[in-house]
C-alpha cells in the first residue's frame, strides 16, 4: 500500500471555525509533512514530523496547529483562519527525511 | 522558490514530441527528485536522482544531473496527451535538515 489518505478533499470555513485536516498512511513511514501549495504556485513546506515528534516549522503562524497522534496519523488543526489561507494542503510521508516523499490528495481549503 | 527555478515555465509540444525540462537549483544538496502534479491534485513522485549519480532511466524518463552547474534536467520521450499535467523538481540538503524545496515547475501541455 503505496497510498497517502487525506479527509476531507474539500473545506469551506468561515474565519471564526475550528475545522482539522487529517492525513493518514499505513506505509510504515516515519517522516510525515504538511504542505500548502497557492494556485499556480510549488508545494511549500510548513511542517516535519520525525518519529512522531515535530522536528520542523517553518515559521507557520499559530492559527496552523500541527498534531501526531501516532505513527500513521497526521492533523491539522485550523482556528482563526484568514482568506489568504485558502490554498491547496498537502500532506507527504516518508521512510525517514532523506527518502522519496508520497504525497496524497490534497484537501482544498477555501476561507470565507 | 527557496532553492531555484525551472524553465520553461510552460510548453506545449505535439503527441511523440520529446519533452525537455530543466531545474537550477541552489546550494549543495543530497539528491533531486522530480514529481507530475495534475491540475488541483497531489504530486505524483517520478524519479529521484542522488548527487553521486549523472543520470538515471524510468521508462520514457530521462533525468541527468550536473552538480557543478546545478542543474538537473528532465526529458521525456515520445510523449502523450496523458502527460499533460505540471512537473516539478525537488531538492533536499544534508546542509537543511533535508527539507524539501521545490522549482517553480513546468506546465506540460501535450497536444493530441
Known amino acids: 500500500d503505496t497510498e497517502v489518505t487525506q479527509t476531507p478533499k474539500h473545506l469551506v470555513m468561515g474565519m471564526t471555525n475550528k475545522k482539522s485536516l487529517k492525513c493518514e498512511q499505513h506505509?510504515?513511514?516515519?517522516?510525515m509533512y504538511w504542505y500548502k501549495q497557492k494556485a499556480k504556485k510549488p508545494p511549500e513546506l510548513m511542517f516535519v514530523y520525525s518519529y512522531e515528534k515535530l522536528s520542523i516549522n517553518e515559521s507557520v503562524p499559530s492559527r496552523f496547529s500541527p498534531e501526531c497522534p501516532n505513527s500513521s496519523l497526521l492533523n491539522l488543526h485550523l482556528h482563526a483562519l484568514q482568506p489568504e489561507d485558502s490554498a491547496l494542503y498537502l500532506c507527504?510521508?516518508?521512510?525517514?527525511?532523506?527518502?522519496?516523499?508520497?504525497f496524497g490528495p490534497g484537501t482544498r481549503l477555501t476561507v470565507l | 522558490s527557496q532553492q531555484g527555478e525551472e524553465d520553461p515555465q510552460a510548453l506545449s509540444i505535439q503527441e511523440g514530441e520529446n519533452a525537455t525540462m530543466n531545474c537550477s537549483y541552489k546550494t549543495s544538496i543530497n539528491n533531486l527528485q522530480w514529481y507530475r502534479q495534475n491540475s488541483g491534485r497531489g504530486l505524483v513522485h517520478l524519479i529521484l536522482i542522488r548527487s553521486n549519480e549523472r543520470e538515471k532511466h524510468s521508462g520514457r524518463l530521462r533525468v541527468t544531473l550536473d552538480t557543478s552547474k546545478k542543474s538537473s534536467s528532465l526529458l521525456i520521450t515520445a510523449s502523450r496527451a496523458a502527460d499533460t499535467a505540471s512537473y516539478f523538481c525537488a531538492t533536499a540538503s544534508w546542509d537543511n535538515f533535508n527539507k524539501f524545496y521545490f522549482g517553480s515547475g513546468t506546465k506540460l501541455n501535450v497536444k493530441p
Open positions: 507527504a510521508s516518508s521512510q525517514d527525511s532523506s527518502d522519496t516523499q508520497y
Open positions: 506505509m510504515g513511514h516515519r517522516a
